[in-house]
């Protein structure tokens, strides 16, 4: 009687660490996917050919700049 309760606790305690470790499993393909979608846009600089993040490049006429200076000395 005490091996079925045994035998009933060891399959319980192997279900619940099967679905433990597939949670995880799934969480880090979840942030996993979530970097990727972090992507930022690089462009090279049109005067020294730098990548720089869009976000931080300085625009001109003729396209980005990864400085003020750059832009000035392209575009006078």
Do not use: T
């Not at 005490?2 to 393909?29: C, D, E, G, P, T």
């Amino acid at each position: 009687m005490v091996s079925k309760y045994l035998l009933i606790l060891v399959v319980l305690l192997a279900a619940i660490f099967i679905w433990r470790s597939n949670r995880k499993a799934a969480l880090k393909v979840r942030k996993a996917s979530e970097q990727r979608a972090k992507v930022i846009d690089m462009q090279p600089c049109r005067w020294c050919g730098v990548h720089i993040p869009s976000n931080d490049a300085v625009q001109g006429r003729h396209g980005p700049y990864c400085s003020v200076a750059h832009r000035l000395k392209a575009e006078p």
